[in-house]
Nanobody, 120 residues
């Protein structure tokens, strides 16, 4: 069983930065692909970013490419999402996700989410 706990969300101004953390329980963390998704009010959940088991391969949604960076530390069982140049449209609940194969399109494990609010 894998449990994911997000933290680091909060309020930021447009143009600012936030860093999200996802702590993962389980001895096999380093074998899982990890990702971040988000869901804005009234919208469907959407993919944000993903990283493979080693951290050497990443992918991003076009809307965040060049502004967000996903990374992982397998020694600390933690995944990060560095968010720079934030925009009001980045406001959403952000979810950490894990899967033994690929987090896209639907990962097996989800965190509970952390709120990110960007003011203009």
């Amino acid at each position: 069983q894998v449990q994911l706990v997000e933290s680091g969300g909060g309020l930021a101004q447009a143009g600012g930065s936030l860093r999200l953390f996802c702590a993962v329980s389980g001895r096999t963390f380093s074998s899982y692909a990890m990702g971040w998704f988000r869901q804005a009010p009234g919208k469907e959940r959407e993919f944000v970013a993903a990283v493979n088991w080693s951290g050497h391969s990443t992918s991003y949604a076009d809307s965040v490419k060049g502004r967000f960076t996903i990374s992982r530390d397998n020694a600390k069982n933690t995944v990060y999402l560095q968010m720079n140049s934030l925009k009001p449209e980045d406001t959403a609940v952000y979810y950490c996700a894990a899967d033994q194969s690929n987090v896209v399109p639907t990962p097996r494990y989800w965190g509970q989410g952390t709120q990110v609010t960007v003011s203009s």
